[in-house]
């Protein structure tokens, strides 16, 4: 069998995590790696930017699946990654996160008998509800080898009875991007500070018309006091396109690079955020942060005080938490997702078992 992986991305988080493993991956040698890119984010403000930014090879693979409804785009992915998966001949396939994308090639590695690595494996929210929820308990029971960002996440699957040696802490490879890349993070050019960032793209609350609809009216109230930045996911935009009223006094941005996106997290007073990676990206840049969401997978973030959790279906509560993250003082910052060193681990590892 030839030495090498197949590697599956299809959203922005995962070109960030697959820069980091893969620069570390070619650094070791002897490993030949087959990128796929299944077109999940495929306009240039969601998807190019970011190879261009973070000096990610082209694809070897663009499957150009595009949008779709769960159901559709999943189907429509695993029977393309199934014949690359064939076509390629890995001796293991490597997946990142959550998204329909990964739940696609850890189904078709599993039908082929290929064994599946998990970036970012362990995260749980505990709520069902959330398409991102099943992808990932889907992905983590299929996988062959875990590799889990905090001690949390590897004492969750060890709840589910998965274990070492399938298991691995390694740490966090966003952590890993945002130490790579802060040197080139240059002041914000949209607005001048104070101002609040906001983004919200996760289905549950924009395809909840009176969720959105209380987002909206918050986010529009704190506009009254502090600039409100929020860019656009296309979700979104498909969301309130018609009616500007609803986001009248907010300054909207479209879909910002990986770099951009940084920036704007910097300079940020606070962030409000339906992302799991963003609610990451606001501790490391020594930002408060309120997620919209009754719940979250980032759990420690919330225990540490970093992060504040406010219910999406009430304007008042995501106001009021908006308060409190800018009137409360920070805690004292400790290491929760490791040393910046999770993605030469999982290269590491990768390496030998490839072998």
């Known amino acids: 069998m030839p030495n090498r992986i197949l590697t599956i991305v299809g959203?922005?988080?995962?070109?960030?995590?697959?820069?980091?493993?893969?620069?570390?991956?070619?650094?070791?040698?002897?490993?030949e790696e087959v990128l796929v890119?299944?077109?999940q984010h495929y306009d240039d403000n969601m998807s190019s930017v970011f190879f261009r930014e973070l000096g990610i090879r082209e694809p070897d693979l663009n499957l150009q699946i595009g949008s779709g409804s769960h159901g559709a785009q999943t189907g429509q992915m695993l029977v393309a990654i199934e014949r690359a998966i064939v076509d390629a001949d890995p001796r293991a396939v490597l997946v990142y996160g959550d998204t329909n994308s990964t739940l696609a090639g850890a189904l078709a590695a599993a039908k082929l008998g290929v064994p599946l690595l998990h970036v970012e494996a362990g995260l749980r929210s505990f709520n069902r509800a959330m398409p991102e929820e099943v992808n990932r308990v889907v992905a983590d029971t299929l996988a062959s080898v875990l590799y889990a960002p905090t001690s949390r996440a590897v004492e969750n699957l060890a709840a589910e009875g998965i274990l070492a040696p399938r298991v691995l802490e390694v740490g966090d490879v966003m952590y890993d991007a945002a130490l790579s890349f802060r040197e080139r993070v240059s002041p914000s050019r949209y607005i001048a500070a104070p101002y609040v960032l906001a983004t919200i793209h996760r289905a549950e609350n924009t395809d909840d018309p009176s969720r959105l609809s209380a987002i909206l009216d918050a986010l529009r109230t704190i506009a009254r006091s502090c600039a409100v930045i929020l860019p656009l996911h296309p979700r979104t935009r498909a969301r309130i396109e018609g009616n500007p009223a609803l986001v009248e006094g907010i300054q909207i941005l479209k879909p910002v690079g990986y770099l951009e996106m940084l920036r704007l997290e910097r300079d940020a007073a606070v962030i409000l955020t339906d992302s799991g990676g963003v609610q990451k990206e606001a501790f490391f840049q020594g930002v408060p942060c309120v997620t919209i969401r009754r719940e979250t997978e980032w759990v420690e973030l919330v225990e540490a005080g970093w992060n504040r959790l406010a219910d999406p279906e009430r304007s008042d509560a995501i106001v009021s938490a908006y308060e409190g993250a800018l009137r409360d003082a920070l805690p004292a910052k400790i290491p929760l997702y490791g040393d910046g060193a999770a993605a030469q681990r999982v290269a590491g590892h990768i390496a030998g078992i490839s072998r």
């Open 11 to 31: 959203a922005r988080p995962q070109f960030v995590k697959a820069a980091m493993v893969s620069r570390a991956l070619s650094a070791f040698g002897g490993v």
């Open 37 to 39: 890119h299944t077109g």
